[in-house]
């Protein structure tokens, strides 16, 4: 799935300690735990001093990397349950932001773009950000016919729980939206659907 030709596809980071930084927040899930840790590692102890870490265990490959981060020394750690709670949480750290705070994120791609949406509501720069990609790359579609969102869709055709339309998930990725779009399978020809193949994820 990680396909170049498609110029949509977000480009990602790798972590590493940014300058000028007065407090960091570093935001992971899942397997995006590796990331934290390496990030953490190359941190100046008085980075460490100032970053909190926000990890969710709501994991799409099965890896958690909770108990080495609980073993770090640094300003705080929150753990959530579920990717969305760390999302609201970070959400409300961001509008509380003062000047000088920079922004890890680390994990799936879905989380990544949900959590993109968080900074760029409070116009975080891009130099204030850095994204590393963790984990499979699962698809978060959007509906183009009743707007609802699904998360970790693997094949290409799959029923929107919205509005049980055939999709069909096209390979263009919107940043707005934090997702890949959904149009409904058999829009051309009723009842011909494209083959349900599996994504590369």
């Given at each position: 799935?990680?396909?170049?030709?498609?110029?949509?596809?977000?480009?990602?980071?790798?972590?590493?300690?940014?300058?000028?930084?007065?407090?960091?927040?570093?935001?992971?899930?899942g397997?995006?735990?590796?990331?934290?840790?390496?990030?953490?590692?190359?941190?100046?102890?008085?980075?460490?001093?100032?970053?909190?870490?926000?990890?969710?265990?709501?994991?799409?490959?099965?890896?958690?990397?909770?108990?080495?981060?609980?073993?770090?020394?640094?300003?705080?750690?929150?753990?959530?349950?579920?990717?969305?709670?760390?999302?609201?949480?970070l959400?409300?750290?961001?509008?509380?932001?003062?000047?000088?705070?920079?922004?890890?994120?680390?994990?799936?791609?879905?989380?990544?773009?949900?959590?993109?949406?968080?900074?760029?509501?409070?116009?975080?720069?891009?130099?204030?950000?850095?994204r590393?990609?963790?984990?499979?790359?699962?698809?978060?579609?959007?509906?183009?016919?009743?707007?609802?969102?699904?998360?970790?869709?693997?094949?290409?055709?799959f029923?929107?729980?919205?509005?049980?339309?055939?999709?069909?998930?096209?390979?263009?990725?919107?940043?707005?939206?934090?997702?890949?779009?959904?149009?409904?399978?058999?829009?051309?020809?009723?009842?011909?659907?494209?083959?349900?193949?599996?994504?590369?994820?």
């Open positions: 799935m990680l396909i170049t030709g498609i110029k949509s596809r977000p480009v990602y980071d790798r972590l590493q300690p940014m300058t000028g930084g007065l407090r960091h927040l570093i935001a992971g899930q397997s995006g735990g590796a990331a934290m840790l390496r990030l953490i590692a190359d941190m100046s102890p008085s980075q460490r001093q100032h970053s909190t870490l926000l990890y969710s265990t709501e994991s799409f490959s099965g890896h958690d990397h909770l108990q080495a981060l609980r073993e770090l020394k640094v300003a705080g750690l929150e753990v959530f349950p579920s990717n969305q709670a760390l999302i609201e949480a959400a409300r750290k961001l509008n509380e932001a003062h000047m000088g705070t920079r922004l890890y994120l680390s994990g799936s791609e879905s989380f990544i773009g949900t959590a993109m949406q968080a900074a760029n509501a409070v116009d975080l720069n891009r130099d204030e950000v850095l590393e990609h963790s984990g499979t790359l699962v698809r978060r579609v959007w509906c183009a016919h009743c707007d609802t969102y699904t998360e970790n869709v693997t094949h290409r055709v029923t929107c729980p919205g509005c049980q339309l055939d999709l069909v998930v096209r390979d263009h990725y919107s940043r707005r939206l934090a997702a890949f779009q959904g149009i409904k399978a058999d829009g051309e020809v009723p009842g011909e659907l494209p083959a349900a193949e599996e994504l590369d994820t």
